[in-house]
């Protein structure tokens, strides 16, 4: 069986261990999907995986072969109604269970290493009261109405460009630090790599630290300068030029003077606002940290930090920061979701339908990412290498997940060998900086 035969049979298997036990995932336990219908509970998971962005009916069109005895979209929403987040949910950790012990990976930032980015973006939809609760609802922006909103928080595989893990929040109820350290918690761990967790400013602190310390892994945090009033301001480093030196903290929640610092240890004190959950605020206990403090100059003469346990020896300050560079791939990969795999068009008001789609966007990328590496490109002397287009993949990738084909009636490989771009590296664009406050889609302003 063929590299993308495998991927499909992956999906399928992983949709079919969902349907065995639909009773977990379900809002009423042997009631829901316990009839015969024509929307059966494979076809409500195959759909919303292979969904795009046009209307729900053009969708249901495409999907169904054009079919005139096709359901209706009242009996996709009643079918859909039934089904809690979490069958979305399950598929994208089993799939991508079975598909990381296959152990294919092309290519390594760090040889030894997986490592891992970590970052949020938020999405919007248009909705009303009665669906949501304040939580949701974003009064200021660009629509005089209002929208409701979803903070996504993810870590990302930099390896093999797919998304590893995921956890789905209201705008107002928005906690990165808190999401960040469930994900770690709970992600798998390699038996023959460790994982190095990147991350901006925003996921540097102790507690993060301390919660991927604990997992015996590796962190790679961005800080503010030492100039600045951050989390390395306060130590006794170089105020100018670069360094690379390491210091150790001891990490205290009372002021009791029976606790004793090691000399040659600072001490900071995690106040009861902060979160720290290995100490308890207000016990005598002590938790020690030691991480390297790494400050390098930029082309435009600026200075960055970084804060890391690599081991110095095996990553020099250089290599660090080609490593935190390509936490770029994060970014990329939140434009592709929201605008090639359609995550700025969802098909329902409701929350819990939302956060279905948003999963089933999330299968669709890392398929579509697996498909990609599947295949081979010959090499020849051009003036460019070249790669998957990934818009003309996620395409293709839609035909070839639905369950209604079960045989491998198109030549997946060949297609996708067919649709390559030049690879143009050191090329740039200036970030966008309406991203942040673009209006959700109406339901109305669909392409047909």
Not at 173 to 189: Q, S
Not at 296 to 301: E, K, T, V, W
Not at 404 to 433: F, H, S
Request: hydrophobic letters at 40%.
């Amino acid at each position: 069986m063929s590299l993308h035969q495998t991927i499909q049979s992956l999906f399928h298997s992983a949709v079919r261990s969902v349907i065995s036990h639909i009773s977990d995932f379900v809002l009423r336990p042997g009631k829901d999907f316990t009839r015969n219908r024509k929307f059966t509970a494979a076809q409500i998971i195959s759909f919303l995986i292979t969904m795009g962005a046009s209307s729900t009916r053009v969708e249901m069109l495409d999907f169904f072969g054009m079919d005139a005895l096709m359901p209706t979209s009242s009996a996709f929403r009643q079918q859909r109604a039934k089904l809690r987040p979490e069958a979305l949910s399950e598929i994208f950790h089993t799939f991508n269970t079975a598909y990381f012990s296959l152990g294919t990976v092309k290519k390594t930032i760090a040889s030894g290493y997986r490592c891992i980015a970590a970052d949020g973006s938020t999405t919007s939809f248009f909705s009303s009261d009665k669906f949501h609760t304040e939580d949701y609802f974003v009064s200021e922006g660009p629509s005089a109405k209002g929208f409701y909103s979803l903070h996504i928080n993810a870590l990302y595989d930099l390896d093999r460009n797919m998304y590893v893990a995921s956890l789905l929040q209201p705008v107002h109820k928005k906690d990165e630090f808190l999401a960040f350290c469930t994900m770690v918690d709970t992600c798998p761990v390699l038996s023959d790599r460790k994982d190095i967790y990147i991350g901006d400013r925003g996921y540097c602190s102790y507690n993060n630290m301390a919660h991927i310390i604990e997992k015996e892994q590796y962190f790679l945090f961005r800080t503010k300068d030492v100039l600045s009033k951050g989390l390395v301001g306060n130590f006794k480093l170089p105020k100018e030029g670069m360094f690379d030196e390491t210091v150790t903290v001891t990490l205290v929640r009372s002021h009791s003077r029976k606790i004793r610092i090691p000399d040659g240890n600072y001490r900071r004190f995690v106040d009861r606002a902060a979160s720290f959950d290995f100490l308890e605020y207000g016990s005598d206990g002590t938790y020690p940290l030691s991480f390297r403090v790494v400050r390098f100059q930029l082309p435009d003469g600026s200075f960055e930090c970084l804060v890391t346990n690599l081991p110095e020896d095996e990553f020099p300050p250089a290599r660090l920061r080609d490593i935190y560079n390509a936490r770029w791939g994060i970014e990329s990969s939140f434009r592709k979701l929201k605008y090639t795999i359609g995550m700025s068009n969802f098909h329902s008001c409701k929350p819990e339908h939302v956060e279905q789609e948003i999963w089933a966007k999330l299968i669709a990328y890392n398929i579509t990412e697996a498909m990609i590496q599947s295949v081979i490109l010959e090499t020849h002397d051009t003036k460019h290498a070249y790669k998957v287009n990934f818009s003309m993949a996620v395409h293709i990738c839609r035909v070839f997940l639905r369950l209604a084909a079960e045989e491998d009636v198109i030549d997946t490989v060949a297609l996708l060998r067919k649709e390559l771009l030049p690879i143009r590296p050191g090329r740039a664009y200036p970030r966008l900086k309406t991203a942040h406050f673009r209006r959700p889609k109406y339901f109305v302003y669909r392409a047909a």
